[in-house]
């Protein structure tokens, strides 16, 4: 069965300057390492996440407004915190992460960040719905 996953996590920054956005996308594990379980009960191993994100990249990198056409913003930067790329840059140990950063191009999506009225980044995607067993 195929679903989609959607997750909404605050924007951490916002360069009001450049009308730039940053945050986190997408957590798969707690800082201990533990895999998160979203609010539709499902998980996302660190492996699937840096996947997905760099097919986004590959193929996307274009975001919008709550799922809808139409491209408002840009990628502009993107990193897979996982214990290996942590430990590469030096960055202490916690959740395996995906930070992101969007360039908003669109001066009606602009405003509605500025305001606080989108103040989460929401992704999206397809999967396969398999069986996990919580510890």
Known sequence: MSVVC????????????????????????DASGALVIDHQNDVITPADLEEAAYDYIRESRVGGVMHEPGATSELITSVVLTPEVRKAMGVPEGPCAWFVGFQINDPTTWARVKSGELSEFSIEGEATREPYEHA
């Open 6 to 29: 959607i997750a909404r996590i605050p924007i951490s920054k916002i360069d009001v300057e450049q009308h730039r956005v940053y945050g986190i996308a997408m957590t798969a594990t």
